[in-house]
T-cell receptor
Framework: KQEVTQIPAALSVPEGENLVLNCSFTDSAIYNLQWFRQDPGKGLTSLLLIQSSQREQTSGRLNASLDKSSGRSTLYIAASQPGDSATYLCAVRSNAGNMLTFGGGTRLMVKP | GAGVSQSPRYKVAKRGQDVALRCDPISGHVSLFWYQQALGQGPEFLTYFQNEAQLDKSGLPSDRFFAERPEGSVSTLKIQRTQQEDSAVYLC??????????????FGEGSRLTVL
């Protein structure tokens, strides 16, 4: 059974810092990995999708990497802003099934 | 519509009542998923549909939970005889089926259920 872990569970940084959120998964037979953002009381917004054949994806100030063999992904946020404050969720779609397995999320607060 | 639509956004039920939560996926999306998200945790898988077929219901926590998608579009998640532990946000997601799509899931805003 796929298990996804996110570290740290919570993070508070001053505005302008570059930061890295970590995601690890136990079964490397994945189809893709998706990073989401969730604001309080809201649904999930897809940030980046990395296919199993890819090593990284970039969108604006966000860069996500994937190392299947070690079961790890990182989300890099450059020049953080207060508007980046949210919970960031990593989710893995395994080859064996169709569902996404989520980590517990990292709650990020960027202080002005 | 352009995105996944869920209703109601908020539902308060007395313990023992039945509730029904609706999901309207993105038009043309064959795959539909239901997830349950407890406060402060990541979403947990409940069930998966491909068109009208329920291919995986391994995540449904008890036989009080039932989901359907009779015409392969709108889906309803029904919870019978609600209990306090059912209080959570219920998220619906849809995607294009592989290999036509990328497999990217798009989520709705969720239905927040509070059982008193």
């Amino acid at each position: 059974k796929q298990e996804v872990t996110q570290i740290p569970a919570a993070l508070s940084v001053p505005e302008g810092e570059n930061l890295v959120l970590n995601c690890s998964f136990t079964d490397s037979a994945i189809y893709n990995l998706q990073w989401f953002r969730q604001d309080p009381g809201k649904g999930l917004t897809s940030l980046l999708l990395i296919q199993s054949s890819q090593r990284e994806q970039t969108s604006g100030r966000l860069n996500a990497s994937l190392d299947k063999s070690s079961g790890r992904s990182t989300l890099y946020i450059a020049a953080s802003q207060p508007g980046d404050s949210a919970t960031y969720l990593c989710a893995v779609r395994s080859n064996a099934g169709n569902m996404l397995t989520f980590g517990g999320g990292t709650r990020l607060m960027v202080k002005p | 519509g352009a995105g996944v639509s869920q209703s109601p956004r908020y539902k308060v039920a007395k313990r023992g009542q039945d509730v029904a939560l609706r999901c309207d996926p993105i038009s043309g999306h064959v795959s539909l998923f239901w997830y349950q998200q407890a406060l402060g945790q990541g979403p947990e898988f409940l069930t998966y549909f491909q068109n009208e077929a329920q291919l995986d219901k391994s995540g449904l926590p008890s036989d009080r939970f039932f989901a359907e998608r009779p015409e392969g579009s709108v889906s309803t998640l029904k919870i019978q005889r609600t209990q306090q532990e059912d209080s959570a946000v219920y998220l619906c997601a849809s995607s294009l089926m592989r290999p036509v799509g990328t497999g990217e899931l798009f989520f709705g805003e969720g239905s927040r259920l509070t059982v008193l």
